[in-house]
């Protein structure tokens, strides 16, 4: 039997779909590829009402994953997913929180354990196309580099996917932005140095141009309103938004088709 086109991006928490990988879906959706999100946390360490954080006064861990499963649903729609799976596992927070030290964390759950009940999922949708992030998880947080190397051991353990892909930001991407948020008047927190939290553009071989879904990728941002990151891109400039929203870029770590070495389609090979 042939299979069904079948891409699956495989993220940490509620809203991490928007930035990577939104505009990616929303096209492949609209050409008719199946399209699954799979989604590991429900999100417990996200802001509370009015931006309280964990550990703070009024913060309800399960009140906020259930504020946040409610918006991703909502992205979801606005990407036209098709599918859209929930692992449950407890959001660990960031880097040296103490959602860290929570047995049920994500991050503190055994590769194999979690890489099993992915796996159930990829045989159940046998996606050509599999997305995560690459070790460092973007930027170091614990959920997402525990993301990675489920991803990278489901996809293994099951051997299903033709292409494994990490969502990548270029650096000079990033240098453009800094650059041009701070001739835009736009202030910004120190970031440190781009390099930690993009990818060279040597290792760059997808760039999709996705103007055409900047729209629907900032109405999916903005139906995360309870998270203040979030909040905080829609408030930047209108060209600015534009610039950040309208281009998806990934690097492929391998393919069992023949496809060339720089790709404007993840399915390159495969259709």
């Known amino acids: 039997m042939e299979r069904e086109l079948t ?5 940490a928490h509620p809203d991490d779909e928007v930035m990577g990988t939104g505009g990616m879906l929303a096209r492949y959706a609209d050409e008719g590829i199946r399209t699954v ?3 590991c946390t429900n999100g417990e360490q996200g802001d509370g009402p009015g931006g309280v954080k964990p550990g ?3 913060h309800d861990d399960d009140a906020v994953a259930r504020v946040r499963l409610g918006e991703l649903r909502e992205s979801a729609a606005h990407l036209g997913l098709a599918e859209v799976e929930l692992l449950g596992y407890r959001d660990s927070g960031m880097e040296g929180w103490a959602g860290n030290g929570h047995d049920d964390a994500f991050a503190n759950v055994p ?5 099993a009940r992915l ?6 949708y046998r996606p050509q196309v599999l997305v995560t992030y690459d070790e460092r998880g973007g930027y170091g947080h614990p959920d997402h580099i525990q993301a990675h190397r489920v991803a990278v051991a489901a996809a293994e353990l099951t051997g299903i996917p033709d292409k494994l892909y990490y969502m990548a930001t270029p650096l000079s991407w990033m240098q453009d932005m800094m650059t041009f948020m701070a001739e835009s008047g736009v202030e910004m927190e120190d970031w ?3 390099a930690d939290f993009s990818t060279p553009d040597e290792l760059i071989t997808a760039v999709l141009d996705l103007s055409a879904y900047a729209e629907r990728k900032i109405k999916a941002m903005a139906a995360h309103a309870s998270q203040g990151d ?3 891109m829609l408030s930047l400039p209108e060209e600015l938004q534009r610039r950040m929203f309208s281009g998806e870029a990934f690097s492929r770590q391998w393919s069992k088709v023949s496809a060339p070495d720089h790709e404007d389609d993840l399915f390159a090979g495969l259709r």
Do not use: N
């Open 7 to 11: 891409v699956m991006a495989v993220h």
């Open 37 to 39: 999100l799979v989604t």
């Open 56 to 58: 703070e006064e009024g």
């Open 111 to 115: 590769v194999e354990v979690a890489a």
């Open 119 to 124: 796996a159930e999922l990829i045989r159940r």
């Open 192 to 194: 440190g140095d781009p």
């Open 230 to 232: 979030s909040a905080f």
